[in-house]
């Protein structure tokens, strides 16, 4: 079946834009999460939604992150004025019970 | 406190050679163990859990690893590796406690096959 997708693949923008990350997870998993893979900080983890509960935003960097997931399927990563040390891969990964699917990640490069 | 250690940053070794990479972690409470394999400018491919039961576990592409709990490993294992094994591998854990799920990542080990 369909994996985790994610869009866009590559995004490149200047400095103090804000970008808009896309999930679109396993048909089925409840468990959405968002981690964050860069050269000096390996992989992190950023936000955690579980069905109609309040997500886990203990991971998010700064206030400049936020995420949401409509009706419980796709979820949208946001990132508000951009920085350079915002440069990374996101990945987003679906589960079920604990194991995890992860997406092929989307390429951030803030200039 | 609770961490995930990968010793070994690169592991260069001969094709049809046998292959480990290390895994060791820290934790007060239960774990759940996975090794992930990422190829170049793709995501994370899940190659194996332990979630219980047996502590030999086998996983794709002919990788197995076992859960010491006395040492707090989960090395993973090949006994005979082929050129596409080149690739980076990441121990993860999720510890058993309330709220998130979420896997906390060695820094990774970059398995090089040589022809």
């Known amino acids: 079946g369909a994996g985790v997708s994610q869009s866009p693949s590559n995004k490149v923008t200047e400095k103090g834009k804000d970008v808009e990350l896309r999930c679109d997870p396993i048909s089925g998993h409840t468990a959405l999460y968002w981690y964050r893979q860069s050269l000096g900080q390996g992989l992190e983890f950023l936000i955690y939604f579980q069905g109609n509960s309040a997500p886990d935003k203990s991971g998010l960097p700064s206030d400049r992150f936020s995420a949401e997931r409509t009706g419980g399927s796709v979820s949208t990563l946001t990132i508000q004025r951009t920085q350079q040390e915002d440069s990374a891969v996101y990945l987003c990964?679906?589960?079920?019970?604990?194991?995890?699917?992860f997406g092929p990640g989307t390429r951030l490069t803030v200039t | 406190a609770q961490s995930v250690t990968q010793l070994d940053s690169q592991v260069p070794v001969f094709e049809e050679a046998p292959v480990e990479l290390r895994c060791n972690y820290s934790s007060s409470v239960s774990v759940y163990l996975f090794w992930y394999v990422q190829y170049p400018n793709q995501g994370l491919q899940l190659l194996l859990k332990y979630l219980s039961g047996s502590t030999l576990v086998k996983g794709i592409n002919g990788f197995e690893a076992e859960f010491n709990k006395s040492q707090t490993s989960f090395h993973l294992r090949k006994p005979s590796v082929h050129i596409s094994d080149t690739a980076e591998y990441f121990c993860a854990v999720s510890f058993d406690q309330t709220g998130a799920n979420n896997l906390f990542f060695g820094t990774g080990t970059r398995l090089t096959v040589i022809p």
């Open positions: 990964a679906s589960s079920v019970v604990r194991e995890q699917y």
